[in-house]
């Protein structure tokens, strides 16, 4: 399967110190519904009639006044047809963020067995893949949703729309991401619970709207690994 080489890396998931200064992926979200050309448009219709009526008075000499109270009122009425358009627009529910572990998949993880490593990294396998773990140093494609204990996301490769894809096991991202990812198969999916020893010992300061990690705090991580660029293996 071919796969778009041009994903960049986020600089989330990178330590402090080695944080790539590369392109940011594209938001997935798309404006709320309700809040489109088409009620602007109505609206500028009106307006637009309403300034052919204030022509006509200013020909008509005697009812150029009446009209352009006329165009007043209706340049008023729009504005508040507009903002009260907006208003709805803006109480709509947000979006929900996409994820690897739905509701569903939930329930169900809450009876896989916890895996403890000598590290202190532990996991649980959401999907075990086929094929060979990816060797270290080899670059890997995966995808992510980091959160902070309480399951607040503070970064997610799904809602950039872009693939994740560095070295594998090399340092460019965090400890337990590295661990987590070396003993996984391709096609799997694994929620890694990071202790804070192998996370961002300095913390890490998130977009705006996003929780902050606090030093050597912990974080919980659900990675699939995608595919192994260069790897290639005969699935049965």
Known sequence: MA???????????????????????????????????????????KCSNLGLEASRGRENGDGFKVSKRREVIGLVLGSVFVGSFGANGA??????KPKLCDDACEKELENVPMV????????????????PSPPVGFQ?????????????????????????????????????????????KIGGKRRLYIPGSLAFPKGLN???????????????????????????FDEE
């Open 3 to 45: 796969f778009s080489s041009s994903a960049s890396s986020s600089t989330l998931l990178l330590p402090p110190g080695n944080r790539s200064s590369r392109g940011v992926g594209k938001s997935l979200f798309r404006s709320p519904r309700g809040v489109g050309n088409g009620g602007f448009s109505g609206a500028v219709v």
């Open 91 to 96: 109480g709509l529910p947000p979006e929900e």
């Open 116 to 131: 403890t490593t000598e590290s202190g990294l532990q996991y649980k396998d959401i999907k075990v893949g086929v094929g």
């Open 140 to 184: 890997v494609a995966a995808n992510y949703v980091a959160m902070v204990p309480s399951g607040q996301i503070f970064d997610s490769s799904l809602e950039k729309g872009q693939i994740y894809i560095f070295r594998v096991g090399s340092g460019q991202v965090i400890k337990g991401l590295d661990e987590g990812l070396l003993s996984m």
């Open 206 to 232: 998130s977009a705006p709207g996003r929780p902050r990690v606090a030093p050597n705090s912990p974080v919980v991580f659900d990675v699939s690994l995608e595919y192994i660029p260069g790897l290639e």
